[in-house]
């Protein structure tokens, strides 16, 4: 039979070179090591900060379709409770020749109100990508938000894939500033991994995301509208 060493021996083994490592996170080497097993588990998901016309009509459906889970933040309430009493929201989709069609958003699908922090911070600690769809006056509380996500992030061991924030905006101008903003709201210990971890595109839509008519607002309060060509483009620099 093939001989196994002790399972505390084979701990203490491969926790050594964290032992030896520097403690930036604070947390006790041998805790470090088993969140790391802990959270090996890649999710596909997104946190959407803004659901608004952009961020449900745009971000909401291109996440929906590609089979991501939508944690939705909002400071809206009454918002925010309709879409939760409805388990979802409806999607108006406008083609080229005025054709509609009606999607469904439901499915992998959470929305919080700003005030459930904790949930929020939460939901970012685990999530692949944190979009914001939100005018430039929200900027600075959603930086904030994330700086929170990122030291739960650290504390955490989730340290190995990176936190990629991205701005949708229809100008390019905002990522420099969010990204010095949310590193002043992090612990000192925690900025320099934080600085490696944290990465923020800007994007740019030139889709323009009609209003919905009041009377079918009256009829269906979660209701959007959205134009059939939907993309995103993305800052490569």
Do not use: C
């Not at 929201?89 to 459930?116: A, C, F, H, P």
């Not at 914001?132 to 190995?160: N, V």
Request: aromatic residues 6%; proline residues 4%.
């Amino acid at each position: 039979a093939r001989f196994e060493a002790p399972l505390w021996e084979r701990i203490t083994q491969k926790a050594a070179p964290i032992l030896e490592s520097r403690r930036e996170d604070g947390l006790n080497p041998f805790k470090r090591f088993f969140v790391r097993f802990k959270n090996k588990r890649v999710s596909k998901s997104a946190v959407v900060i803004g659901a608004g016309k952009m961020g449900r009509g745009l971000i909401g459906h291109l996440l929906y379709n590609s089979g991501y889970e939508i944690v939705f933040v909002d400071k809206e309430k009454k918002k925010t409770e309709a879409i939760r009493r409805k388990g979802g929201y409806n999607l108006n989709i406008y083609d080229s020749e005025g054709g509609v069609k009606t999607e469904k958003i439901d499915s992998k699908l959470k929305i919080l109100v700003r005030e459930q922090e904790n949930e929020i911070i939460e939901a970012m600690k685990h999530t692949d990508m944190i979009f914001l769809a939100l005018p430039d006056r929200e900027l600075q509380d959603a930086s904030l938000l994330i700086a929170r996500g990122m030291e739960g992030r650290i504390r955490e061991g989730i340290t190995e894939r990176p936190l990629n924030v991205i701005v949708v905006s229809n100008r390019f101008s905002t990522k420099d500033n969010i990204r010095d903003n949310v590193l002043k709201n992090i612990a000192p210990l925690l900025r320099t991994k934080a600085r490696r971890l944290l990465h923020i595109l800007d994007t740019v839509t030139f889709n323009i995301i009609p209003n919905v008519p009041e009377d079918l607002l009256i009829e269906d309060p979660t209701l959007i509208q959205a134009k059939g060509d939907l993309r995103l483009m993305v800052d490569a620099t």
